[in-house]
């Protein structure tokens, strides 16, 4: 009877425990949230608490101009915790930097700031960037695959352990 509280009370804790919150963070970014840039080429650099994992196209950094539209970045390009990609702007206004990374548990994560650009020296922006070729949607699409792969065998594991201890009734024999 024992056995079967402390099986129930760790089931219990397995399905009701919160879920992992260890994701890396971003640490630094340049141009810093809400900073005012001079047009030009302009280095977007984001760095992270961990490593993060390269897996071909599972990195973007996407800078939107005032206007709406995306701004030509080069791909994003990794280095140990270090996300970067290069832009050239000319048009003074708001401009969006939104980024997508795997972090080093390999969950996707990712976040959005702004900064100002002005543009005081007349700076016209030469087309030497060629932009990214990566389609993007531009909606983050979540990836629950591998939570609902957790929590199903979770499921499978609380009901064998449960049929496995669960008081046997003695065989009579008539």
Same mark, same amino acid.
């Given at each position: 009877?024992?056995?079967?509280?402390? %099986?129930?009370?760790?089931?219990? %804790?397995?399905? /009701?425990?919160?879920?992992?919150?260890?994701? +890396?963070?971003? @640490?630094? $970014? @340049?141009?810093? !949230?809400? %900073? $005012?840039?001079?047009?030009? $080429?302009?280095?977007?650099?984001?760095?992270?608490?961990?490593?993060?994992?390269?897996?071909?196209?599972?990195?973007?950094?996407? *800078?939107?101009?005032? +206007?709406?539209?995306?701004? !030509?970045?080069?791909?994003?390009?990794?280095?140990? /915790?270090?996300?970067?990609?290069?832009?050239?702007?000319? $048009?003074?206004?708001? &401009?969006? *930097?939104?980024?997508?990374?795997?972090?080093?548990?390999?969950?996707? @994560?990712?976040? %959005?700031? /702004? #900064?100002?650009?002005?543009?005081?020296?007349?700076? *016209?922006?030469?087309?030497?960037?060629? !932009?990214?070729?990566?389609? /993007?949607?531009?909606?983050?699409?979540?990836?629950?695959?591998? &939570?609902?792969?957790? #929590?199903?065998?979770?499921?499978?594991?609380?009901?064998?352990?449960?049929? &496995?201890?669960? !008081?046997?009734?003695?065989?009579?024999?008539?």
């Amino acid at each position: 009877m024992k056995l079967n509280l402390i %099986s129930l009370g760790l089931l219990v %804790s397995l399905l /009701t425990g919160p879920a992992a919150l260890a994701h +890396d963070d971003v @640490i630094d $970014q @340049i141009p810093a !949230p809400g %900073s $005012q840039v001079e047009a030009g $080429q302009i280095d977007i650099k984001l760095d992270f608490s961990n490593e993060l994992l390269d897996l071909g196209s599972g990195a973007e950094i996407i *800078v939107t101009a005032p +206007d709406g539209n995306p701004a !030509p970045a080069t791909c994003a390009e990794l280095n140990g /915790t270090l996300a970067s990609a290069k832009t050239e702007l000319d $048009q003074a206004g708001t &401009y969006t *930097v939104a980024w997508r990374v795997v972090s080093s548990d390999g969950h996707p @994560i990712e976040g %959005s700031y /702004t #900064f100002e650009l002005l543009n005081g020296s007349g700076y *016209v922006a030469s087309g030497v960037i060629a !932009p990214c070729l990566i389609a /993007t949607s531009g909606q983050p699409q979540e990836d629950s695959t591998n &939570y609902w792969l957790l #929590f199903g065998s979770l499921g499978l594991a609380a009901v064998g352990l449960l049929l &496995y201890l669960r !008081p046997r009734k003695p065989r009579s024999s008539n």
